[in-house]
């Protein structure tokens, strides 16, 4: 019988992470470089901020600036300046939204696909919508990695988790991109994220439709489903989680830059550019540099004022509020 794991082996496991990161954070004081930005960022683009889902660890819900597709210019000249900044990563990862919601979804990603220097573009989705694309040109466009965010245990835990009654197509839309992948011969890396939901674990190992989807798939799900490994963050305090729902630790970050300040820019559906694509869902903090129709992402990414939030938090004078509670930290720039 498959049970939940056991409050000592639920301690190992933190203690395991723990440790790596404490060895990390310390090794990491002696390696001045390790601070440093790169060259050319990561650049996430929010293609649309629109998304019918309503998770219960998602800001969507609370979210108030506007919902909006990405207007094509505002695209085009975000793409155009990611490539001058020599960027060869440039995905579709929204901070709020779900990218197969974007009509002009497949149109962009061969817009993207279209400069050689880029060597990896993805997307993150709970691929509800994947049946309003041709899958052939799905397939044709570029992509060489596309997350899945799902629960397979059937209609109910979905919807209890989603807020959407859309299993049964997002089940479809899943097997159907799978067992295309295999056909191809696997050209796009396919992640599957099983979320997590207050049931045993056994059964959801045991369900049909997860069986099904680990039958298509390398990767290994039980073992997602076993360690209990997924940990989510609050948005910087914004939500109220279930109970059952697991946070990432607060670690320590004094005189520590997160490395999203040193590898990525995040341009929102609006044309606002963050310097971090992970909780500032209303692209309102002091961590936006500006807007891509109005300044370069060279000036932005090159420019004083993140330089001056770098500097700043390696020298201890001042962490960016927005990233003092944020439970996605990670120190450097290789996370």
């Known amino acids: 019988m498959t049970t939940a794991l056991s409050p000592w082996k639920r301690k190992l496991t933190w203690a395991e992470r723990a440790l790596k990161f404490a060895v990390r954070y310390l090794l990491l004081s002696f390696q001045p470089a390790h601070w440093r930005p790169t060259a050319a960022p990561e650049i996430a683009i929010e293609n649309t901020s629109v998304c019918n889902a309503r998770c219960v660890f998602c800001a969507n819900g609370i979210m108030e600036r506007p919902r909006i597709a990405m207007q094509e210019d505002v695209f085009r000249k975000a793409v155009d300046e990611s490539i001058l900044l020599g960027s060869q990563v440039i995905d579709f990862s929204v901070m709020i939204g779900d990218p ?10 061969r817009y993207v696909k279209a400069f ?6 993805g997307m993150t989705t709970t691929l509800q919508w994947l049946h309003l694309f041709d899958l052939d040109e799905f397939f044709r466009c570029g992509f060489t990695w596309v997350a899945v965010s799902t629960t397979l245990s059937g209609r109910e835990r979905y919807r209890d988790f989603f807020a959407v009654d859309k299993y049964d197509q997002m089940l479809a839309n899943l097997v159907g991109l799978l067992q295309e992948n295999n056909r191809r011969n696997k050209p796009i890396e396919i992640l599957i994220s099983i979320k997590p939901t207050p049931e045993p674990r056994r059964d959801i190992l045991n ?10 798939t390398r990767q290994n799900l039980r073992r997602m489903v076993k360690r209990e490994a997924f940990f989510v963050f609050d948005w910087g305090g914004a939500l109220r989680l279930p109970p059952y729902l697991r946070l990432h630790p607060l670690w320590p970050r004094k005189r520590r830059p997160c490395g999203r300040l040193l590898r990525h820019l995040q ?7 963050g310097a971090c694509n992970c909780v500032d869902f209303e692209a309102s903090s002091e961590l936006i540099l500006g807007n ?3 300044t370069s ?3 932005m990414w090159q420019g004083e004022r993140l330089q001056q ?6 020298a201890g004078k001042r962490i960016p ?8 930290y990670r120190p450097g720039p290789a996370n």
């Open 309 to 314: 939030i770098r500097s700043d938090w390696r």
């Open 267 to 273: 341009v929102y559906s609006n044309g606002k550019v």
């Open 297 to 299: 992402l060279v000036e």
């Open 116 to 121: 050689p220097q880029v060597r990896e573009m």
């Open 321 to 328: 509020g927005v990233c003092e509670q944020c439970r996605m």
């Open 292 to 294: 891509v129709a109005e």
């Open 100 to 109: 197969l919601l974007d009509r002009r979804l497949l149109e962009r990603a």
């Open 207 to 216: 369900h049909p439709d997860f069986k099904l989807v680990q039958s298509l």
